[in-house]
């Protein structure tokens, strides 16, 4: 499709191990363009060049942004700095606003159907991170790092059986099951965390611009201390 030439949404997802980048049409409701790369990591090095990339598939000028959205976390702590770090620094480059969304809350909103939805992802030490939505969208508990034998009592607002997604959707089912008796059985819709990159815009759209995005990361960081230089796309705030 033809790319407009002003309003156009810039979204960024680099929580995990993929590096994605799109432009979407907010009139249009469509994608313009899209990249996506399993890096693991290196994201600080490869992110700036997609978004070039990007928009020069979308046949558009940075100008053209009126919006930048990212992942915020909870997710790998060097992917989510870059990503934050990389949509603050183009927001303010454009003047336009950047917005942050939680990682565990497009992850679910992207599978979810008629029933409550608990996205979850293995955040290995013995923890997982979760996000509870209602069956309209609307979170029904904040992100939290928990172990996952503390999901039974955590969920129980939901009053039934779960929709599962996330890498920590099997260790979440495990800790569900005898707690569910009589109401049916949770069900793991994807055991992957990874960002749909439509879901992003859509939420990115609807994020207020009151604040800029901050860095979600539940717990302190596993990882020493970098030895080596650290690029302008991984500077924390």
């Known amino acids: 499709m033809r790319a407009p030439a002003s309003g156009l949404l810039l979204v960024i997802d680099t929580a995990f191990d993929a590096c994605s980048v799109a432009v979407f049409d907010p009139l249009q409701g469509a994608m313009v363009a899209c990249a996506s790369e399993e890096l693991g ?41 870059v990503g934050v770090s990389a949509a603050r620094a183009y927001g303010l480059a454009l003047g336009v606003p950047a917005v942050g969304v939680v ?32 069956a309209d969208g609307a979170a029904m508990v904040s992100p939290i790092a928990l172990s996952p034998d503390k999901l039974p009592e955590w969920t129980a607002e939901a009053g039934g059986p779960l929709d599962l997604v996330g890498s920590g959707a099997a260790l979440a089912l495990a800790a569900l099951g005898a707690d569910r008796r009589g109401a ?18 859509r939420l990115s759209m609807a994020a207020s611009a009151d604040q800029p995005p901050k860095p979600l990361y539940l717990r302190s ?8 230089r650290i690029s302008l796309f991984e500077t924390a705030f």
Do not use: N, Q
């Not at 978004?51 to 990212?70: M, P, Q």
């Not at 049916?184 to 815009?201: Q, V, Y």
């Open 41 to 81: 990591k290196g994201h600080a090095e490869r992110l700036p060049g997609m978004v070039d990339a990007v928009l020069a598939d979308a046949g558009v000028a940075f100008g053209a942004i009126s919006k930048v959205g990212v992942t915020i976390g909870p997710g790998s702590f060097t992917g989510i700095r």
């Open 103 to 134: 990682t565990l809350h497009a992850m679910a909103e992207a599978w979810r159907r008629d029933r409550p939805i608990l996205a979850v992802h293995d955040a290995k030490r013995g923890e997982v991170y979760a996000m509870l939505l209602s």
């Open 184 to 201: 049916g059985a949770s069900t793991i819709l994807s055991d992957r965390s990874e960002i749909d990159m439509r879901t992003l815009a």
């Open 221 to 228: 960081a596993d990882a020493k201390p970098p030895t080596r």
